[in-house]
């Protein structure tokens, strides 16, 4: 369906985010107007290339408890409201138009709650990511009885600013149905499910390789033939993610398989508020005191989850490995998907919307340690007969969370949307 | 039957709902409150057959000057850790169900981790970000934070709405209020008049120490707080009008100099809007009456001697003391909005003329003046539409079964 291109505005804590791709996307193949409004920046070589070039960039200040280190749990809302009123702010200064529709992600901090002051007319859709439950899912499940009062209070509270953002929206858009279900009833029928799609066609973006071939290469690092390289990506190396059990099956397979190679993608400091534990620490660095490698030789640390280094493993992988607690599905385990790996994730309700157990991947029981490291040892026995699953998972990402299939659907609601609307 | 109350103040709006439940039903009405409230005050049967505990409060709950609009949420959670904290160290109150006063939020966020019984929120209010309530008065100098806070002053009243098992407003306008998505959630049922103290009849001729002369008309007005969204300024407009046409009218105007809602401190940059209102016109001052906060049985005094009671709030929740005056059977003078026509037919039980229209207002408050025993079908009217629908004695018996429905945690 052919669409006329829209000036959005976009709010989103951090650029490109999650939010930055999308807007990228519609800036080069719909002709899209976008200003993107955020409080920080990645640096400017892992800006998309429509900055610049019909994506503005905007960086926004905030004050008041925005500006503290940390602040109380009690505080949440307050802090979240200045990111709100620092974006104001600048919308105010520079007074961006025309603007068809506002877009933002809240993640707690990048709220378009004020943007209609600036612009009351147009139509406003958030993207939410998460709404918490005082003891279950991510680390709550696990850590939430022994922790202290406040730490569950904190969690009872701390959906103030997605309940204002639900209430005041034009259209709540959530990406899997899993994370749906997580809102209170009554706003369940009003959040749209759409993924935003990963980057499949690109040349540095993933795609199936052969992964028959004879050589491969890590980091410059040539993977001696016969090896099965089992990976691991993640933003950081965390419990959220399951790096624990990762690193207690990866040893594991190291005992038992002499051929295995770990490549793990991730930065070594946690960078997770949820993890109150480990937040800001060297997580990997207190699982080897605790647990040292059966052979450091042959777990491959490859740094940071760039985009470039994310495609090298996951081309390089014979077996990728997601055993992450219940919370939203990592972008990494899609992408291992699209690049035809056969994945190997926990089995929690988030990877059951995008595994069918058999077909398109496989899931291991969490409550039973030693699950997922006895079923990464029947795969690597028999890589061929399971190469299948691969197939159909990249196949399966293909056809509903590429890129090139989310997008198109996601500019026709926005086109819809704001066609009902003003603009300013 | 257990229940524990919750609100800032007592009694408010559950004091004298749970004396009722108390008297009638034997149940046992535990309140857990901030502070004793000075509009309505309790009342010696209240105090002495009511089980009250008081909590601690902070430095920031104590203060008269409140806290910038952004914290107002922190506050709301300290206020939920407080009464967390405060019904863990009373492990033997063991209600068998929870009702919290949500003007600002219910502070029963925490509780579940205590507490295995129902919780049910009164919910008093969802604001709105144009329009109604405090956004209604744009003829006012503009306020800094009036575009922002209407934007996020629901948070706590949306955490706590989401987490409660049942809830209950006054009127169908204050549940109407809410988003459509929780209407199912609310029922409505109003807290229940005391006709017996607000009732018609004579009362001493006095206002203050003064008689009052024979043939002297009394004009009223009533708020918690002599502001704005109450339209405080627009009756002393109407008020000066009839001055100048009628030389027999005196005006008693009851209220706090206290701003509740609203941003008239900063609308008008002084800290009593009753006195910026009384700097701004030519009052005759002497034909007015500012007797502050008064009890509610000077106040059904007064009520009982006036022959117009004039009522002009924005769009907002209906005041008690619309219902008092009712209930006595005054002839009611109005602002035609729409929480004021659930409860006002215009001609019917009451007048309604638009809130701003100075000239209707004045003209047909001084029909009323002029003629009283023509309008007296009025007060009658209201006083059995107050007894019909908003006195305790049909209240209370709804307000019953709803609680132990909820506590049964029995489907509607």
């Not at chain 1, 499940?141 to 209070?153: L, R, T, W």
């Not at chain 1, 620490?281 to 989850?305: C, H």
């Not at chain 2, 030389?247 to 940059?269: M, N, P, Q, R, S």
Request: proline share 7%; hydrophobic share 40%; aromatic share 10%.
């Amino acid at each position: 369906m052919a669409q006329d291109p829209l000036h959005v505005l976009w709010v989103e804590p951090h650029f490109p985010g999650r939010l930055g791709t999308v807007a990228d996307w519609l800036v080069r193949r719909r002709g899209y107007r976008c200003w993107f409004y955020c409080h920080t920046a990645e640096a400017r070589e892992h800006w998309p290339a429509s900055v610049g070039h019909g994506l503005q960039l905007q960086v926004f200040g905030v004050g008041g408890a925005a500006r503290e280190q940390a602040v109380a749990w009690s505080r949440t809302l307050e802090r979240s409201l200045c990111y709100s009123y620092g974006c104001w702010e600048v919308l105010e200064a520079r007074r961006p138009r025309p603007i068809d529709l506002i877009v933002g992600r809240s993640a707690g901090l990048g709220s378009t709650l004020f943007a209609p002051v600036y612009a009351p007319a147009p139509a406003r859709v958030n993207l939410f990511d998460y709404y918490f439950h005082p003891r279950q899912n991510d680390l709550a499940a696990e850590i939430a009885a022994d922790a202290p009062a406040a730490y569950v209070h904190w969690r009872r509270s701390a959906n103030s600013i997605e309940l204002l953002d639900l209430e005041q929206c034009d259209l709540a858009w959530t990406a899997t149905n899993w994370q749906r279900h997580l809102f209170p009833v009554e706003y369940r029928d009003d959040l749209w499910v759409q993924h935003d799609g990963i980057a499949t066609a690109g040349p540095g973006d993933v795609t199936p390789r052969d992964r028959r071939r004879a050589r491969r290469s890590l980091a410059g690092r040539l993977v001696p033939e016969g090896t099965r390289v089992v990976s691991f990506v993640a933003r950081s190396l965390e419990r959220l993610r399951g790096f624990d059990r990762f690193w207690h099956a990866a040893n594991a397979l190291l005992r038992a398989r002499a051929d295995v190679v770990c490549a793990i993608v991730g930065d070594p400091v946690v960078q997770r508020g949820l993890d109150v534990q480990h937040n800001n620490r060297d997580y990997p660095a207190q699982l080897r005191d605790a647990a040292p490698p059966v052979d450091p030789e042959r777990l491959w640390f490859l740094g940071r989850a760039t985009p470039g280094a994310v495609a090298e493993v996951l081309a390089a992988s014979d077996l990728h490995l997601a055993p992450g607690r219940s919370y939203p599905v990592a972008r990494s385990l899609l992408e291992a998907m699209a690049a035809g790996c056969i994945v190997l994730a926990s089995d929690t309700a988030p990877h059951r919307e995008v595994i069918s157990h058999g077909q398109t991947g496989l899931l291991a029981d969490v409550a039973d340690p030693e699950a997922l490291y006895r079923q990464a040892l029947v795969v690597l026995s028999n890589l061929d007969e399971h190469r299948p699953l691969g197939d159909a998972a990249a196949e399966l990402v293909r056809s509903r969370y590429a890129q090139e299939v989310c997008l198109p659907v996601l500019a026709e609601r926005f086109s819809t949307l704001a066609a009902t609307r003003g603009r300013r | 039957m257990h229940v524990l109350f919750l609100h800032d103040a007592f009694p408010a709006q559950f004091g004298r709902l749970g004396l009722e439940l108390k008297r009638r039903h034997g149940w046992k009405c535990s309140f857990l409150v901030q502070s004793l409230s000075s509009c309505p005050t309790p009342t010696t049967e209240m105090l002495q057959e009511l089980d009250l505990h008081q909590l601690p409060l902070t430095v920031e709950h104590r203060s008269k000057e409140g806290i910038p609009w952004p914290q107002v949420f922190g506050m709301y959670l300290e206020q939920c850790q407080s009464v967390f904290n405060a019904l863990r160290a009373r492990p033997d109150l063991k209600p068998d169900l929870v009702v919290a006063h949500g003007g600002r939020g219910a502070p029963t966020l925490f509780l579940k981790d205590l507490l295995d019984c129902p919780i049910i929120n009164y919910c008093e209010y969802y604001f709105a970000t144009s329009h109604r309530d405090i956004s209604y008065r744009i003829d006012l100098p503009p306020a800094e934070p009036a575009p922002f806070f209407p934007r996020c002053i629901n948070a706590p009243t949306l955490a706590s709405l989401v987490d409660c098992d049942a809830g209950y407003s006054a009127t169908h306008w204050q549940k109407q209020s809410f988003p459509a998505r929780f209407h199912s959630k609310i029922e409505v049922y109003f807290d229940g008049i005391d006709t017996e103290l607000y009732r018609p009849g004579a009362a001493p001729r006095r206002i203050g120490e003064a008689a009052l002369p024979a043939g002297t008309k009394v004009v009223t007005f009533v708020a918690r707080g002599l502001e704005s969204i109450r339209g405080f300024d627009l009756f002393m407009q109407v008020a000066d009008r009839i001055c100048r046409q009628r030389a027999d009218v005196f005006f008693v105007v009851v209220g706090g100099e206290e701003i509740h809602y609203g941003w008239d401190k900063l609308h008008t940059g002084s800290p009593s809007f009753k006195q910026w209102v009384l700097n701004q016109g030519d009052h005759d001052l002497s034909r007015f009456l500012f007797p502050g906060r008064i009890l509610p049985e000077h106040l059904a005094d007064i009520l009982r001697l006036s022959d117009l009671h004039i009522y002009l709030s924005a769009p907002f929740v209906v005041s008690w003391s619309l219902f008092n005056a009712m209930a006595t059977g005054v002839p009611v003078l109005a602002s035609d909005v729409p929480p004021v026509r659930e409860v006002i037919e215009g001609g019917a039980n009451g007048l309604l003329e638009p809130l701003f229209d100075i000239d209707r207002l004045t003209v047909t408050a001084l029909e009323v003046l002029a003629d009283p025993a023509g309008f007296f079908p009025l007060g009658i009217a209201a006083r059995r539409t107050i007894e019909e629908r908003y006195s305790i004695e049909s209240c209370i018996p709804l307000i019953k079964r709803f609680f132990e429905r909820v506590s049964l945690r029995l489907p509607r």
